[in-house]
């Protein structure tokens, strides 16, 4: 044999993220061709977002959070997804996170979530359900997160300010709260 004879070609870089699953059709489209989604710090990197993981350590006591799994709930995915869902894990165990954007974080919805949060942390037999909502610096936007609050106990509800308690149906640890700084830094 002739190396000639073969076609041979030299690998260039490749992107590590080439490409993206469109949900559960089995199929996948370049991400060069796709628009940024709201979620894509929480979906890409095992580490999650420094503000997120401050909070969740200061308030649960949660130490070095990654995440393991992570999906959009519903059928939006990529740049239409409103919200996110990470199983991460911590030094003290499994953590449900259902992480949703201000712009539709109704109270009905986030009730949809902490269920959501609650029947994946039995599913994977989490200790902690979280759920975080992506806002900004405005207080307005906050309206439906605050019913939520209201609605599992709380009077006063302030911006990044973890609120936890353990749900009595299932005894885990539940914990929401509104990321109001930056999303990149959330």
């Known amino acids: 044999m002739i190396l000639a004879d073969y076609l041979t070609a030299r690998s260039g870089p490749s992107p590590e993220h080439g490409f993206l699953l469109l949900g559960e059709t089995g199929f996948s489209m370049p991400v060069a061709s796709c628009s940024a ?17 401050l909070l969740l350590e200061q308030g649960l006591h949660l130490s070095r959070l ?6 959009a709930p519903g059928s939006a995915c990529g740049p239409d997804a409103e919200a996110a869902w990470i199983l991460a894990r911590s030094d003290q165990g499994l953590v449900s996170i259902v992480v ?17 949060a609650l029947r994946q942390a039995a599913r994977y037999l989490a200790g ?18 605050r019913r939520f609050a209201q609605d599992r106990g709380r009077g006063q509800v ?3 300010t973890l609120y936890a308690s353990r749900d009595a149906g299932s005894g885990t640890m539940f914990a929401c709260a509104w990321l109001g700084g930056d999303p990149a830094d959330a």
């Not at 989604?37 to 993981?53: K, T």
């Not at 990654?66 to 999906?71: F, I, K, P």
């Not at 949703?100 to 979530?113: Q, S, T, V």
């Open 100 to 116: 949703r954007a201000a712009a539709g974080a109704g109270a009905p919805r986030l009730r949809e979530d902490a269920a959501l």
């Open 66 to 71: 990654s995440g393991l799994v992570r999906a």
């Open 158 to 160: 302030r911006a990044d």
């Open 37 to 53: 989604s709201p979620f894509a710090h929480w979906m890409r990197d095992e580490a999650l977002p420094r503000a997120a993981c």
């Open 128 to 145: 902690y359900a979280v759920v975080l909502v992506q806002g900004g610096p405005g207080e307005d936007a906050m309206e439906g997160y």
